[in-house]
């Protein structure tokens, strides 16, 4: 069906919006409407409305233009224009309500705004012509940072403007081009990943343009200051795609902040620290070989409150779905500095007779300044350890890391008999498992459970209950079919009763478990029962020191008991615990649990 159209030259006074047939419902942002504005301003209206009769003589309702008829309403709102004096060309079309409203349809979906690279080449052109970039916004009633924008994806080498319109590179990575306008200097980042095979993300492409600059709102420029920076003629490079600009001399920003640190590094050596250094005056390995002291007292109430803020922000940095090793790159730089600073929060009150044994390390980073205190040279550790050996108090050792790994399958076989006796519990911990893998919300939270075969292997001494499990479960998979998966999943699903494929699952995941990956979260789901799953016996305790074992006789049958066995050889104290202990319920501390209870002789 054709449609004909009649041109009219109407009073913006005489034109309303058409509520009922425009296609638009969205309202215009007010910056929509500011740059239609401006360029009505400079071009005037260059295309006719599309009106329709409002039943008054000279008066019509538009239903396709509506931004250009707010933009006017703007200028006249703000008197560059009278309503009453400004002319509007309009076409009327020869149809109906309903067929008006296809039409404003119509002109939306149809609409296409110029291709970005023909924009970008032809504002490119513009300014090269003189024009500047405030010029060309009024010009096309745009934003003068879009047109920026357009100016500075028009320093592209030609390669990569090639590149962008046939889409091999995506406008992101064309952005980031634009920090380095020298064609020579995109080319040669190009080739560094064209010679890898490999396609660069923004953020690559930003750090290989940028390595001797850093950003205006990273730690130590604000250390630096700005005016700082600048009254020693450091200059900067904007980024018209980020919200931030670039220190283009980054040594000129460590010197400073070097010498601005100068005054407080005299301040701590008259604090009373032995010594004082930049962290290039001392060993590249004093991080993770020189030996660190903590402070002694308690945190500050300022210092609390603090804290308390800057949990708060670390845990909304990670958010619901994150842990501390899945930030946003976005958020990196500020999560690392506050957990440098939570660091020194909890290292603070140092004695001055720590400060006098140790001395801070000077740390400059983009991230910022930061004091390391506390930090122990090695020729003054070795005098350190040997006070504290001597000062420090009698008493059982520690037990050895042999027995405290075997211990712990005592305490995974008491989490496997819990769990191969619930069903519900192991279906629970199953599906948890599944949801961490697939959603990746935690990869340490499921590492206990390993699903795959002979994954787990105990000491059979200390995990008494996995090879009555294992022969339980051994029993009921004999009789499922294992030639290929559909016949496993057939037979399970439509052969087995319902009871015995919960046993089967809850023993499949039973004998999955090992706590030593992370014993917390089974143990606090499944409540497990140490004292009936394992007892200490004499083979146990001869792994024990006489001091262990006459502690290990107090704690269960009371200090009157093990003053018995004091003076007797350690053979001889090893058969009194284990003909004493057992019957009493005690448990070695590696395997106590928040249920544990202590025998009442103790």
């Given amino acids: 069906m054709s449609i004909t159209y009649t041109?009219?030259?109407?009073?913006?006074?005489?034109?309303?919006?058409?509520?009922?047939?425009?296609?638009?419902q969205t309202p215009y942002t007010d910056d929509e409407i500011a740059s239609m504005a401006a360029s009505i301003t400079a071009q005037g209206v260059m295309m006719p409305l599309t009106a329709r009769p409002n039943g008054k003589a000279g008066h019509y309702l538009v239903f396709a233009g509506g931004r250009r008829l707010a933009g006017m309403n703007k200028l006249a709102a703000e008197g560059h224009i009278d309503p009453a004096a400004f002319d509007v060309p309009i076409r009327v079309p020869d149809v109906d309500e309903a067929k008006a409203h296809e039409l404003s349809t119509a002109e939306n979906v149809e609409r296409l705004d110029l291709d970005l690279c023909d924009e970008v080449e032809a504002f490119a052109r513009l300014h090269a012509e003189g024009s500047t970039s405030e010029d060309i916004a009024i010009r096309f009633g745009l934003p003068e940072r879009r047109v920026r924008q357009r100016i500075a994806l028009g320093t592209l080498h030609p390669n990569l403007m090639e590149m962008?319109?046939?889409?091999?590179?995506?406008?992101?990575?064309?952005?980031?081009?634009?920090?380095?306008?020298?064609?020579?200097?995109?080319?040669?980042?190009?080739?560094?990943f064209r010679e890898r095979n490999y396609a660069p993300r923004a953020q690559e492409i930003r750090q290989l343009l940028t390595q001797d600059t850093i950003k205006s709102n990273c730690g130590l420029a604000e250390f630096v200051g700005e005016d700082a920076y600048a009254e020693r003629g450091g200059t900067v490079t904007v980024d018209l795609f980020d919200d931030h600009f670039l220190w283009d001399d980054s040594g000129l920003a460590y010197q400073i902040a070097r010498e601005k640190v100068a005054d407080q590094m005299d301040a701590l050596r008259a604090d009373?620290?032995?010594?004082?250094?930049?962290?290039?005056?001392?060993?590249?390995?004093?991080?993770?070989?020189?030996?660190?002291?903590?402070g002694e007292a308690e945190p500050t109430d300022e210092a609390k409150t603090r804290m308390a803020e800057i949990e708060a922000r670390m845990v909304e940095i990670e958010g619901p779905d994150r842990d501390r090793w899945d930030i946003p790159d976005e958020h990196a730089d500020e999560y690392g500095a506050l957990d440098d600073e939570m660091d020194e929060l909890r290292d603070c009150g140092f004695t001055d007779e720590q400060k006098a044994m140790s001395g801070v390390v000077v740390q400059i980073q983009q991230y910022g300044v930061k004091f390391h205190e506390g930090i122990v040279n090695p020729?003054?550790?070795?005098?350190?350890?040997k006070a504290e050996k001597?000062?420090?108090p009698t008493g059982p050792k520690p037990y050895p890391a042999a027995l405290c790994s075997d211990l712990r399958h005592a305490l995974t076989g008491a989490v496997q008999s819990r769990v191969a006796a619930k069903p519900a519990l192991a279906e629970a911990i199953l599906l948890a498992k599944l949801v961490h893998i697939t959603r990746m919300t935690g990869v340490y939270d499921h590492m206990g459970l390993l699903m795959s075969a002979d994954s787990y292997r105990p000491v059979e001494a200390y995990n008494t209950t996995y090879a009555a499990l294992s022969s339980q479960l051994d029993g009921i998979v004999e009789g499922i079919p294992t030639g290929t998966f559909t016949e496993t999943v057939h037979h399970i699903g439509e052969r087995m009763p319902a009871k015995d494929r919960k046993k089967l699952m809850a023993l499949l995941v039973a004998t999955s478990i090992d706590t030593a990956h992370g014993p917390e979260p089974f143990v606090t789901v499944a409540e497990p029962d140490v004292v009936k799953a394992w007892r200490p016996d004499e083979a146990f305790f001869a792994r024990l020191n006489k001091a262990q074992l006459l502690e290990a006789i107090t704690e269960a049958c009371g200090e009157a008991e093990a003053s018995k066995h004091t003076d007797k050889k350690k053979g001889d104290v090893v058969a009194a615990a284990g003909r004493l202990v057992p019957q009493t319920g005690w448990l070695p501390e590696t395997l106590r649990t928040d249920a544990y209870q202590a025998p009442k002789a103790s």
């Avoid at 930049?278 to 004093?286: I, K, N, Q, Y």
């Avoid at 020729?379 to 350890?385: F, G, L, P, V």
């Fill in 390 to 392: 001597k000062d420090a």
């Fill in 7 to 24: 041109d009219h030259t109407v009073k913006l006074a005489n034109l309303q919006r058409d509520e009922r047939t425009n296609a638009r």
């Fill in 272 to 294: 009373g620290w032995s010594w004082v250094r930049l962290e290039d005056e001392v060993s590249e390995e004093w991080s993770y070989r020189y030996r660190r002291l903590h």
């Fill in 164 to 192: 962008l319109r046939d889409g091999r590179i995506s406008v992101q990575e064309a952005q980031a081009f634009t920090i380095a306008p020298d064609h020579d200097r995109q080319h040669e980042v190009l080739e560094h």
């Fill in 379 to 385: 020729a003054d550790a070795r005098e350190i350890a």
